[in-house]
């Protein structure tokens, strides 16, 4: 009787090619980041939405210097001029860097190319955020300039009057507005749609609001911590007390938090066309 002894075949040991693909990671995060941050100056439209930040904000310091009286001329009026409009451009941005996908038809190829939507999706926060301090900064400086020249033609001396913490819960606040149009262009994906629903949750909501709270004693009290715009407002005036931080956490929990979990759910399970 013979016996048969079984061997188990080994592997080849792996070539170096084969070891050099299995060394290729996921696409770094930077570099989608970066795709995103190109994407946002590609178009047509969005090289102008960029370019209205430095546009408007040339033009707001330019009617402070001409129409505002000489000791109006301080930094805090040119920066609440330049944020006006800064109010209304981050919100779209924000609102479009998401949208895009949708409205471009593109979110098939980006979506193939990089299939975790949680990482596009990520990259494209962080790519709107980075948008919304640099905007930021640059109306600084524009702001500044601003200052200096407006006071120089007036014969008057600069007045810096917008602390170093102020001007950080400014761009906060700013960011805030920016991200807020993030969360309805995640709910929404639909630019016309997302931009309708903000301009009537900035301009048609607040007077309601604000006209309830005063009728309603029990509204007045209670609107801190339901009225988002109301509670981001102390972020603009440069002081914000303990409550207040309170309020903007409820407020943006109910408004921004809830609706930014729904919407990143809605798309990270929805059909791509």
Same mark, same amino acid.
């Given at each position: 009787?013979?016996?048969?002894?079984?061997?188990?075949?080994?592997?080849?040991?792996?070539?170096?090619?084969?070891?050099?693909?299995?060394?290729?990671?996921?696409?770094?995060?930077?570099?989608?980041?970066?795709?995103?941050?190109?994407?946002?100056?590609?178009?047509?439209?969005?090289?102008?939405?960029?370019?209205?930040?430095?546009?408007?904000? *040339? #033009?707001?310091?330019?009617?402070?210097?001409? =129409?505002?009286?000489?000791?109006? +001329?301080?930094?805090? !009026?040119? $920066?609440? %001029?330049?944020?006006?409009?800064?109010?209304?451009?981050?919100?779209?941005?924000?609102?479009?860097?998401?949208?895009?996908?949708?409205?471009?038809?593109?979110?098939?190829?980006?979506?193939?190319?990089?299939?975790?939507?949680?990482?596009?999706?990520?990259?494209?926060?962080?790519?709107?955020?980075?948008?919304?301090?640099?905007?930021?900064?640059?109306?600084?400086?524009?702001?500044?300039?601003?200052?200096?020249?407006?006071?120089?033609?007036?014969?008057?001396?600069?007045?810096?009057?917008?602390?170093?913490?102020?001007?950080?819960?400014? *761009? #906060?606040?700013?960011?805030?507005?920016?991200? =807020?149009?993030?969360?309805?262009? +995640?709910?929404?994906? !639909?630019? $016309?749609? %997302?931009?309708?629903?903000?301009?009537?949750?900035?301009?048609?909501?607040?007077?309601?609001?604000?006209?309830?709270?005063?009728?309603?004693?029990?509204?007045?009290?209670?609107?801190?911590?339901?009225?988002?715009?109301?509670?981001?407002?102390?972020?603009?005036?440069?002081?914000?007390?303990?409550?207040?931080?309170?309020?903007?956490?409820?407020?943006?929990?109910?408004?921004?938090?809830?609706?930014?979990?729904?919407?990143?759910?809605?798309?990270?399970?929805?059909?791509?066309?």
């Amino acid at each position: 009787m013979s016996t048969t002894v079984l061997t188990t075949a080994r592997p080849e040991p792996a070539t170096s090619e084969e070891r050099s693909r299995r060394a290729v990671g996921r696409i770094p995060l930077s570099r989608i980041v970066g795709v995103e941050l190109r994407k946002m100056f590609d178009t047509r439209s969005g090289f102008w939405l960029m370019a209205s930040i430095v546009i408007t904000s *040339v #033009l707001a310091t330019a009617a402070i210097i001409v =129409f505002a009286p000489d000791d109006q +001329l301080t930094f805090d !009026n040119f $920066a609440a %001029a330049i944020g006006a409009p800064m109010t209304v451009i981050l919100p779209m941005i924000g609102i479009l860097a998401v949208t895009s996908e949708w409205s471009q038809r593109s979110g098939l190829t980006t979506f193939t190319l990089v299939p975790h939507r949680g990482r596009v999706l990520g990259a494209k926060l962080l790519a709107a955020i980075t948008v919304g301090v640099v905007a930021m900064f640059i109306a600084l400086g524009v702001g500044t300039l601003g200052t200096l020249v407006g006071s120089a033609i007036a014969g008057v001396d600069p007045v810096w009057n917008v602390s170093a913490m102020h001007f950080t819960l400014i *761009v #906060l606040g700013s960011v805030l507005g920016m991200l =807020f149009g993030f969360m309805l262009g +995640l709910v929404i994906r !639909n630019s $016309a749609g %997302a931009i309708v629903t903000y301009f009537v949750y900035t301009l048609v909501l607040p007077p309601l609001l604000g006209l309830l709270a005063a009728n309603q004693r029990w509204f007045a009290d209670l609107q801190p911590s339901v009225d988002y715009n109301f509670a981001q407002r102390p972020l603009f005036d440069g002081n914000v007390s303990s409550q207040q931080w309170q309020h903007l956490a409820v407020a943006g929990a109910l408004w921004f938090l809830l609706p930014m979990a729904v919407g990143l759910r809605i798309v990270r399970r929805a059909e791509v066309k």
